[in-house]
């Protein structure tokens, strides 16, 4: 979940029976701690009320210690969060976590303070992962005649060639009347070519109803400038700025010949 989603669920679980100690999340790709209470919602920031050049250096966060209650650990295998949980007994003889301290590492590579972690074995584990992660990506998956634009910040933001193919692949592969493929499970963050590494397993939803057509297509549209893209296939979005808000896109499916979507219609649909 998003920084925001992540927050509106620890301050819905801070007590009672659903109550969740700590949520560990990691879709922001960012190094974040929050507190019980904190409101800042943008991942870009370390800590609420603190400016990231003032609690990090050389890639190590300053120790936090307190009502913690959301922390993530960045992305590619750069950021480490070291989390220790407090526990203590009640009156009633329940354990409870009374706090959380956490040491985070935005880049450990460039980390002068390395060193400092308790675990020796920690840095070893790390390689042991990197080396296999790096000996599974570089599997082939196919040849490409052309260069296949892979890059981070450019498939998460515009139409490439690479997610588009992705999105294609996934419809063919399924045998279903549309697919998506969404621009975050694209890690290559590289123009490939001519030969392209393995990807991300894929999750397949069987049916989909066209009133959910249109909440997947209008979503990605209203959010249009963010950091983040579905590619579809079998599927076109004809835009009609006459229309009120909400309304914008139509759809149109299929192929070689294009249709309107009707009300109320079915289609399977697989997405990664």
């Keep these: 979940m998003r920084l925001a989603e992540d927050m ?3 301050e819905a679980t801070r007590t009672g029976q659903s109550r969740v100690d700590l949520l560990l999340g990691g879709h922001d790709h960012e190094v974040v701690r929050r507190f019980g209470g904190d409101t800042n919602t943008d991942p870009a920031t370390i800590e609420q009320s603190h400016n990231n050049e003032d609690i990090r250096t050389d890639g190590f966060i300053r120790d936090a210690q307190g009502d913690i209650r959301i922390i993530k650990s960045g992305t590619d295998w750069r950021g480490l969060s070291l989390v220790r949980m407090m526990v203590e007994k009640d009156e009633k003889g329940s354990m ?3 706090s959380v301290e956490v040491r985070q590492w935005s880049n ?9 972690i308790p675990t020796s074995g920690i840095s070893a584990l790390l390689d042991s992962i990197h080396s296999r992660v790096d000996a599974l990506v570089q599997k082939p ?3 490409s005649g052309t260069s296949l634009d892979g890059r981070g910040s450019v498939v998460r933001s515009e139409e490439t060639n690479l997610g588009n193919m992705l999105a294609n692949a996934v419809r063919a592969f399924y045998d279903t009347d549309i697919a998506f493929f969404n621009s975050g499970s694209i890690r ?3 123009v490939l ?3 392209i590494p393995n990807g991300s397993p894929l999750r397949l939803s069987i049916r989909e109803p066209s009133a959910g057509q249109k909440n997947q297509r ?3 549209t209203a959010r249009h400038g963010k950091l983040n893209r579905r590619y579809a296939s079998g599927r076109t979005l004809p835009p009609d700025s006459r229309s009120t808000p909400g309304g914008h896109l139509g759809t149109k499916v299929g192929t070689s010949r294009l249709r309107d979507v009707p009300r109320p219609a079915w ?4 997405e990664d």
Aim: net charge negative; hydrophobic share 40%.
């Design 218 to 220: 209008w979503n990605p």
């Design 188 to 190: 290559c963050d590289q």
């Design 8 to 10: 509106e669920v620890a």
């Design 141 to 143: 998956l196919l040849h």
């Design 267 to 270: 289609y399977t649909a697989a």
């Design 193 to 195: 070519g001519p030969t």
């Design 96 to 98: 409870n976590v009374s």
């Design 108 to 116: 450990i590579e460039g980390a002068a303070s390395l060193v400092s």
